[in-house]
């Protein structure tokens, strides 16, 4: 390392030295040292400007959230730009001379924009966390292309995340803009006109201060954006400890996340040389600081100039592009900082060393350097040889030649915006004459410390013969040059080296293709998205104002769309402190001491507690749940303590300086495995036995001896994040005396209150807990709320400030807990005529450290385990196991689809080992109408096998069936698989049957306009919209006199959360009775002025002193079951039933799959809202997709949770949308036990989304049986990437060695 002074005189400097830019057309300057320097935009934005619309969902540029656009001037050229940003990882500094535009610059009081318009009105946003980006996205593109092309939609929001929708309707909402998948009648919206958008600013443009040197200091660290090459070489010799910044999007994760600062950073972006595309002779040499959008646009037009031959590594660099990172941070990164960063699993670098890249350098001192892309660069993990000094000036593609054969493959858990678990690229050169190779190189990513030429490999392949030794011998060569140990850093060990075998497998079925000139299979097949909804009209002679059954644009659409929606991240609250909870670096151990000196010297910081400062009262519903840990560590980032800052960043460094000593016990409990041998079970087990339920004294054991038809075996379900766009966070303000208002992100704002009360001892009446709109919560925001809200309450009250505290993503994924992983051991009978007679299941669910809700959710699985069938006899048990794990917790579905996971498999198991007809042996044992469930519920309106024939016939099964058969005859490693999944799920809380009630509250004021509070919480379910709906109808008004505004525990009290999908029936119920009151007390005046309106009877009842407010209860009636003896009763109040067709595709070889239809026939009664509940069957299939293919929780052995981020844990994206997505509702078929005949929706589809799974597993299947594997073979879920490959076993599988037995290595992660 040079030495070099830390201080630093800014005068010596020269260039502008404040940050101009525009905000939606505004000037901004920020004095020099008045802001951080190392602040981002988004946080600029909203915490500076308010302009709150933009917003943070992961803080590492892998959701979209913050979406915004940027203009500017291109360096060189000087020609305009606009282009989509995550202002998460924009610096501020970087903004200099620059326009951002956010959601709220696009439209005006009077006029939406398009985007926004047509977004709302095709029902795109649901919780509408993630609206304003998607917004920002597709705005920035119309900005390049008014008319655009489904492609260029599709790529320009691969970096968005919606958790909610399904994508299905945002799609839908964009591709009018492409003219195409017409579902919402849009032509009352505006057209787009491009003319009339905000224009750059001329201020900007005269000045030029694109071309201005500019720097930026605010204490003592500092931003060099320099223009010229020479300037920038002398800064970097003056300050080689300078760390230089391009796109950020790798620097600006490691200060985020790791605290990896660095006093003085230097971006090179403006600099025109670095900016230049120049054709050589025999390369392409691209600027340093173009974006990856630029250098694929730049070489696209190139592409154009040369011949095909010569652009084998162009088609390399291009085919990558849409599966690298998403578009905005493809609009900023650059090809250098991939290179510099070094990361073993970079998918550039594979290209670049396989095809003979280059990389020019300059330093002031030793000039320019042409140094080789090849093995001899990357000297270890994340390390080159490049100098300090030195910096990349260019990158030199090398121009291919004629006969040379070019390919690169990646595969990751998600196909677009992920990092690879194993790139490769490959070039062979062959003489055409001889068919010998002159020339071959291979390079991979992900199967080393660093990018790793095959040396070996390629060394012993030049001049063979190109022909099947060539493939046989590689495939021995690259066996060995890239064996992986069992504990291999990265884990899948198998899978990785399967994978770099298949690459080498595919690239030779290409060249070989290529040299036949033949058509090559092509990538999956991708179709742009075709949908259908069919659902029942409203009656023709339905009164105007009825809402009741229309698809209603939800309550906040078009605020979402705007950005005017306000959530709790987004209230203002003056003189707010921060709050950021220090956590356990160990998962189970002693804490001695924790030592927040170092911290509280930060400026800015002002306190710190822990355990020691809070009254010994626990958290949880049987109080096992410290706010803070005082002494045993149960899992890993557990709160130990937490700071309190004047500002959020200030806060986190500083928990990060704060000291923790703890020791480490060893053996922390972590698998279901690990738990059931240490008999570490947490509540009883609990039974459910069909023969207690049917009246028997004495349950009898079922004796398997007796049958000749039995399967046994297990299956599994993984655990899976919420991931809810907006994170845990929270404010406390406290009032007068004791008094406090609680603003949460929750769904149990009574909750809060009650855990507020219990920690600080304050009665309820003084807690005034409220939540306004949830950005998404799917379960996760019950019970893990508190650990945020209590601790900054306790903070409110002692410091006698307000304090807010917001989780990050990376905190929030390793403090709360996730969905329960599974495991079922089970066995089943069945007769001579297929009809199931026996079922035995034990279930272990992992809990986690704390009991939280796991007994309820483990009760459910076996409750709901029947799922549609009729089982003669079921023994049915449930244990939850104790584990050093974040406590897992409720999630959508609430255990009930990991039970009917099991029942699917046990049926595939049976159907296969007895060579069944799978439907009809499910058709055989579906449930008939009048059939009593395992838990002794009779199933009365059972629409079951409704929906069944109804899918069946929607779907087409049978065509697809036989498609499907043909596909696999016509292609040997791609393979097809088509399934139907159906489902049941109760409706009630037969576990605390008292939960089954809601109040609400309706005032109606002089003006004839009615406010409602209920119980509910909106977390984009669309609850306000239906009951705004519900109110129309029961009061006869329009809807639009009716509002909501929040949900307060001062309004209604002892509210149950919203869980359970009763959110409409209960609330909806106690509207009903509120309403029915009211108009009963109106009645009087209606009948004595039968013309008057609504307002004259509401007036004329004020003048006569009738109380003009009501209160309404709403309940629902659930028999409790008794799981101690396993009798059961009436446990639900109704159930709700579906059934999903799905076609999958899978490549075999890499365990890639593509969803290619699905098709839903849903009975949810008589819709209240069919937008709303088309929107939650959507949502609810997609996140049932995720649990079960491709969402994994990865944790260490040692108890570290390595999935914290959008990073590494992968949800469904848009480009994972079945390329078909059909809905259709069940017609006329009502609902005796829920408000206005409708049922719940939204638990009841996610298992739908099993039948992805299972449509894979067919796939997976039918590629078994071509290669002579036909037995059964066991499959749990999340089919993985890896899973999928692994078991489609076949020649390359059998080359790659067994893992050791289990315990004699440590495996990278472990299975929950
Ligand atoms: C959400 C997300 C998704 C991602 N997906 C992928 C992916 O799919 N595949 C993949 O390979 N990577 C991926 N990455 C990693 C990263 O985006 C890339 O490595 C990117 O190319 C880095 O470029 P940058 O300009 O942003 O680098 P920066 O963050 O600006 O810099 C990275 C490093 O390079 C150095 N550097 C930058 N420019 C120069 C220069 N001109 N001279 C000398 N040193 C320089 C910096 O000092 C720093 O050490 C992803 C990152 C994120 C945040
Ligand atoms: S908050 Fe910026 S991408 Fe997620
Ligand atoms: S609407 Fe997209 S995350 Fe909620």
């Given at each position: 390392m040079v030495k070099e002074s830390d201080q630093l005189d800014l005068r010596e400097e020269n260039g502008v030295k404040d940050l101009i830019f525009f905000v939606n057309g505004q000037k901004r300057v920020i004095k020099s040292g008045t802001i951080d320097s190392r602040m981002t935009l988004a946080v600029y934005l909203r915490d500076h400007l308010r302009l709150t619309g933009t917003k943070i969902g992961c803080n590492e540029g892998g959701c979209g959230a913050c979406t915004v656009m940027i203009s500017d001037q291109h360096p060189l050229r000087k020609e305009l730009r606009h282009y989509s940003v995550n202002a998460c990882l924009m610096p501020i500094c970087a903004v200099f001379g620059k326009a951002i535009t956010t959601v709220e610059g696009i439209s005006t009081e009077r006029a939406l924009h398009p985007v926004q318009e047509r977004l709302a009105k095709c029902h795109g946003s649901q919780c509408g966390y993630c609206t304003p980006g998607f917004v920002m996205a597709m705005y920035s593109l119309l900005r390049n292309h008014p008319k655009p092309s489904i492609e260029q939609i599709d790529d320009t929001i691969q970096g968005n995340l919606c958790r909610c929708t399904g994508y299905r309707p945002i799609l839908e909402a964009f591709y009018s803009f492409a003219e195409k998948l017409k579902l919402t009648d849009l032509t009352d919206c505006a057209k787009y006109d491009p003319t009339q958008e905000l224009l750059f600013p001329s201020e900007l443009k005269i000045n030029n201060l694109h071309q201005q040197s500019f720097v930026y200091e605010s204490n003592q660290h500092f931003w060099f954006q320099p223009t010229t090459l020479h300037h920038l070489l002398a800064l970097k010799r003056k300050y080689p400890n300078a760390r230089i910044v391009s796109g950020n999007s790798e620097v600006g994760v490691e200060q985020k996340w790791r605290f990896v600062e660095s006093k003085r950073r230097i971006n090179p972006k403006q600099i025109p040389e670095l900016n230049q595309v120049e054709l050589l002779s025999d390369s392409i040499s691209i600027g340093a600081a173009l974006s990856l959008s630029e250098v694929t646009y730049e070489l696209k037009l190139l592409k154009a100039k040369l011949a095909a031959s010569q652009c084998g590594v162009i088609d390399l660099f291009l085919e990558m592009m849409p599966y690298f990172a998403g578009k905005h941070i493809r609009n900023v990164a650059t090809i250098a900082g991939n290179i510099i960063t070094?990361?073993?699993?970079?998918?550039?670098n594979p290209i670049w060393m396989a095809t003979g890249a280059k990389l020019v350098l300059q330093s002031e001192s030793s000039g320019v350097r042409v140094v080789d892309l090849d093995e001899n660069f990357f000297v270890g993990y994340r390390r080159t040889t490049i100098n300090q000094e030195e910096i990349v000036k260019a990158i030199l593609l090398p121009l291919s030649k004629q006969n040379e054969h070019l390919a690169v493959y990646k595969q990751a858990q998600r196909r677009d915006d992920d990092i690879a678990i194993v790139t490769g690229a490959f070039k062979v050169k062959i003489d055409p004459v001889t068919k010998r190779i002159e020339n071959i190189s291979i390079a991979y990513g992900g199967m080393a410390p660093v990018t790793k030429f095959a040396k070996i490999t390629c060394e012993t392949l030049q001049k063979k013969k190109f022909e099947r030794s060539v493939l046989d011998f590689g495939m021995e060569k690259l066996r060995e040059e890239f064996a992986l140990s069992a504990e291999v850093p990265g884990g899948m060990p198998r899978y990785r080296q399967a994978l770099a075998l298949s690459f080498f497998f595919k690239f030779y079925l290409k060249t070989m293709s290529e040299l036949e000139n033949k058509v090559e299979e092509k990538q999956l097949h991708s179709e742009s998205l075709k949908a259908t909804q069919l659902y029942q009209e409203v009656p023709k002679d339905q009164n105007e104002t009825d809402a009741v059954g229309k698809p209603m644009v939800h309550q906040s659409g078009f605020k979402h769309t705007t950005g005017k929606a306000i959530y709790t991240t987004d209230v203002i609250v003056p003189d707010c402190l921060h709050g950021v909870l220090v956590l356990a670096p160990i998962t189970f151990g002693t804490l001695h001491e924790l030592d927040p000196s170092e911290a509280l010297k930060l400026p800015g910081v002002v306190q710190f507690y822990s355990a020691s400062d809070l009254p010994d009262k626990k958290l949880g519903f049987v109080n096992d749940t410290p706010v803070f840990v005082s002494e045993e560590i149960s899992y890993y980032c557990q709160p130990v303590g937490m700071i309190l800052a004047e500002d959020h960043e200030t806060a986190r460094r500083a928990a990060n300086l704060v000291k923790v000593r703890c020791t480490e016990k060893p053996n922390p409990i972590l698998t279901i495995e690990e738990a059931l041998s240490a008999n570490a079970f947490m509540g009883p087990q609990f039974k459910v036995l069909s023969q207690m339920s049917e009246g028997k004294e004495e349950h009898e054991e079922i004796d398997w001896s007796k049958y000749d038809r039995v399967v046994k075996g297990e299956c599994r379900t993984g655990a899976q994040e919420h991931f809810y766009l907006e994170t845990q966070n929270c404010i406390a303000i406290p009032l007068e005396d004791d008094e406090i208002e609680m603003v949460v992100s929750t769904q149990g704002v009574s909750d809060i209150q009650s855990d507020v009360s219990k920690i600080l001892?304050?009665?309820?009446?003084k807690i005034f807990s409220k939540v306004?709109?949830?950005?998404?919560?799917?379960?996760?925001?019950?019970?893990?709320?508190?650990?945020c809200a209590v601790p900054a309450a306790f903070a409110a009250m002692k410091l006698r400030r307000p304090v807010r505290f917001y989780l990050e993503r990376y905190d929030d994924m390793a403090i709360t807990g996730t969905r329960h992983p599974f495991r079922f051991d089970y066995e089943a009978a069945i007769s001579k005529d297929n009809k199931l007679l026996d079922l035995k299941v034990h279930s272990y669910s992992n809990g986690g450290f704390s009991e939280d809700l796991s007994l309820a959710v483990a009760t459910r699985a076996i409750v709901s385990m029947d799922s549609v069938y009729k089982i003669k006899n079921a023994d049915l048990y449930a244990q939850v196991l104790r584990t050093n794990l974040a406590s897992s917790t409720a999630f959508r579905g609430f255990g009930a689809p990991q039970g009917m996971f099991c029942m699917e498999t046990v049926l595939k198991h049976l159907a296969e080992k007895f060579d069944l007809d799978v439907d009809q042996f499910r058709e055989d044992n579906m449930y008939k109408e009048g059939e009593m469930t395992p838990c002794g519920m009779i199933l009365y309106k059972c629409n079951a096998r409704r929906t069944w024939t109804e899918c069946k016939e929607f779907s087409k099964y049978e065509q697809k069936k036989e498609e499907v058969k043909l596909f696999n005859s016509q292609n040997e490693f791609k393979k097809r698989g088509v399934y139907m999944v159906s489902t049941k799920f109760g409706i009630g809380m037969g576990e605390k049957p008292f939960l089954n009630q809601a109040g609400c509250l309706i005032l109606v004021y002089c003006d004839g306009s009615v406010l409602i509070s209920h119980a509910g919480m909106e977390m984009g379910q669309g609850l306000h919209i239906k009951i705004l709906q519900i109110a129309s109808r029961c009061l006869n008004i329009p809807i639009e006199m009716i509002h909501i505004q929040e949900t307060s525990s001062d309004k209604v009290p002892n509210t149950t959360p919203t869980v359970a999908s009763l959110g409409s029936d209960l609330n909806g119920e106690a509207v009903k009775d509120a309403c029915s009151q009211l108009l009963s007390r109106l009645k009087p005046y209606m009948d004595s002025n039968p013309t008057g309106k609504w307002v004259d009877w509401v007036v004329s009842a004020y003048f006569d002193r009738v109380l003009l407010s009501a209160t309404g209860m709403g309940r629902n009636k659930c028999d409790p079951i008794n799981f101690e003896t396993g009798k059961g009763g009436k446990h639900f109040a109704y159930c709700v039933y579906g059934t999903a067709c799905c076609v999958a595709e899978v490549d075999c070889l890499t365990g890639d799959h593509r969803l290619l239809s699905t098709d839903i026939v849903m009975d949810?009664?008589?819709?209240?809202?069919p937008a709303i509940d088309i929107g939650q069957i959507e949502g609810a299939f997609t996140q049932g997709y995720g649990l079960f293919t491709m969402e994994e929780i990865k944790v260490r052995p040692n108890g570290m949770r390595l999935t914290r981020g959008p990073g590494v844990y992968k949800i469904p994206s848009a480009d994972d949308a079945p390329c078909a997505f059909n809905v259709s509702l069940l017609r006329d078929s009502g609902n005796p036990y829920a408000i206005f005949a409708s049922k719940a929706v939204g638990e009841p589809p996610l298992f739908l989304g099993s039948a992805a799974f299972f449509a894979i597993r067919e796939a997976v299947r039918a590629y078994r049986i071509q290669n002579g594997r036909t037995d059964y073979f066991s499959f749990d879920a999340p089919a993985t990437p890896e899973r999928i490959r692994m078991a489609c076993e076949d020649v390359i599988t059998e080359k790659i060695p067994q893992l050791p037995p289990d315990n004699t290595y440590t495996p990278w992660t472990v299975t929950l």
């Open positions: 070094a990361s073993p699993i970079s998918d550039l001892g304050i009665p309820k009446h306004r709109r949830v950005g998404g919560a799917f379960g996760g925001k019950e019970a893990a709320s508190s650990l949810i009664g008589d819709s209240i809202n």
